[in-house]
C-alpha cells in the first residue's frame, strides 16, 4: 500500500504487504530528516534518519528515499507487519541545529491482518 | 535504563485553572524539549534548554506558559491560567546531542491535558 500525494491521513495495508508513507516537507534549507513512528498513547520513538547528501538509506526492514528537488521524502516499510500500526511522521531540520525540529502532520498506517 | 519520565499523565481542569507538568529526563541528556501535540497533529515544540538555559522558547506563549529546569535536570511546565484552546498532550523529551548530532529525541509518554 502507498499514500499518494503530498499528505494521507491514513493508510491502510495487508499484513506482509509493503508501505510506502510520503512527506512533503516544506523548507528548502532543511538538510536532515527523520522518521518517527507514536503508537497510541505513547511519544513519538525514531525510526531512520537521512541528510541530504544520500538520497536513500536503509535499516532494519524500513528504508527512507529522499528526493531534494521536489521536496518529498518516503517511508518504506517492508513486510508490514501488526506492530507496524501507529502514526508515523517525519520531521525537517538543519544538522547544524537538530535541536529545532519540525513535524508534518503524520500517517496512521492500519495493517489488517 | 528508564526512559523519560512526565506527570501526570492524565489531568482535567476547568478553564482558568493553574496547572503544571513535570518531566525527569535520560541520565546524562544534557538537552531537554517540551513539545504540545494538537489531537491529530505532529508535536510542535515550545522551549528547549541546554542544561538550565532555554536555548529556544520561541514558541512559548509567555503570557501563560512558563517552564524551569533547575539544576539541569528535571524540568516543569506551568499554565495558568488554562484556556480551553490549551487542551492537548505536552510531551516532553531529552537528547544527549544537538547541534551536528543526531536528531534523535527520546520521548515520554506524555501528559494528556483537558480544559473544560
Known amino acids: 500500500g502507498e499514500s499518494v500525494g503530498l499528505h494521507l491521513p491514513t493508510l491502510s495495508v495487508q499484513e506482509g504487504d509493503n508501505s510506502i508513507i510520503n512527506c512533503a516537507y516544506s523548507n528548502s534549507a532543511s538538510d536532515y530528516f527523520i522518521w518517527y513512528k507514536q503508537e497510541s498513547g505513547k511519544g513519538p520513538q525514531f525510526i531512520i534518519d537521512?541528510?541530504?547528501?544520500?538520497d536513500k538509506r536503509q535499516g532494519q526492514r524500513v528504508t527512507v528515499l529522499l528526493n531534494k528537488t521536489v521536496k518529498h521524502l518516503s517511508l518504506q516499510i517492508a513486510a508490514t507487519q501488526p506492530g507496524d500500526s501507529a502514526v508515523y511522521f517525519c520531521a525537517e531540520t538543519k544538522s547544524s541545529n537538530t535541536g529545532k525540529l519540525i513535524f508534518g502532520q503524520g500517517t496512521t498506517l492500519q495493517v489488517k491482518p | 535504563e528508564a526512559g523519560v519520565v512526565q506527570s501526570p499523565r492524565y489531568k482535567i481542569i476547568e478553564k482558568k485553572q493553574p496547572v503544571a507538568f513535570w518531566c525527569n529526563p535520560i541520565s546524562g541528556h544534557n538537552t531537554l524539549y517540551w513539545y504540545r501535540q494538537n489531537l491529530g497533529q505532529g508535536p510542535e515544540l515550545l522551549i528547549r534548554y541546554e542544561n538550565e538555559e532555554a536555548v529556544d522558547d520561541s514558541q512559548l506563549p509567555k503570557d501563560r506558559f512558563s517552564a524551569e529546569r533547575l539544576k539541569g535536570v528535571d524540568s516543569t511546565l506551568k499554565i495558568q491560567p488554562a484556556e480551553l484552546g490549551d487542551s492537548a498532550v505536552y510531551l516532553c523529551?531529552?537528547?544527549?546531542?544537538?547541534?551536528w548530532g543526531r536528531g534523535e529525541l527520546f520521548f515520554g509518554e506524555g501528559s494528556r491535558l483537558t480544559v473544560l
Open positions: 537521512i541528510r541530504s547528501n544520500m
Open positions: 523529551a531529552s537528547s544527549q546531542e544537538t547541534g
